[in-house]
Nanobody, 125 residues
């Protein structure tokens, strides 16, 4: 079992930056792909970014060039640096773990085995 706990959410003005992190416990995530998803009110959960166990990254078109995903295997954490935030980035952000050691970071929710409880990010316009 892997427990994932997100942190770092909050309220920020449009154009600002925020960094959300995800701490894992129970097992090392060094060999897991890790992803970030988000869910806005009234909308389905959507893919934001992912990083493979080998460090390959992937981004949704809507965040490409603004968000950066990273991992720190020594600390068993991943982070998402979010710059140039927009009102439409407002959502609950979830981290997730893919235990299948895929070579390409998956974007589908069903590919992820463990999920955190989420952290709220609110961008005021």
């Amino acid at each position: 079992q892997v427990q994932l706990v997100e942190s770092g959410g909050g309220l920020v003005q449009a154009g600002g930056s925020l960094r959300v992190s995800c701490a894992a416990s129970g097992r090392t995530i060094s060999y897991y792909g890790m992803g970030w998803f988000r869910q806005a009110p009234g909308k389905e959960r959507e893919f934001v970014s992912a990083i493979t166990w080998g460090g390959g990254t992937r981004y949704a078109d809507s965040v490409k060039g603004r968000f950066t995903i990273s991992r720190d295997n020594a600390k068993n954490t991943i982070s998402l640096q979010m710059n140039s935030l927009r009102a439409e980035d407002t959502a609950i952000y979830y981290c997730a773990a893919d235990t299948h050691r895929t070579l390409i970071a998956p974007v589908a929710i069903r590919e992820y085995d463990y999920w955190g409880q989420g952290t709220q990010v609110t961008v005021s316009s």
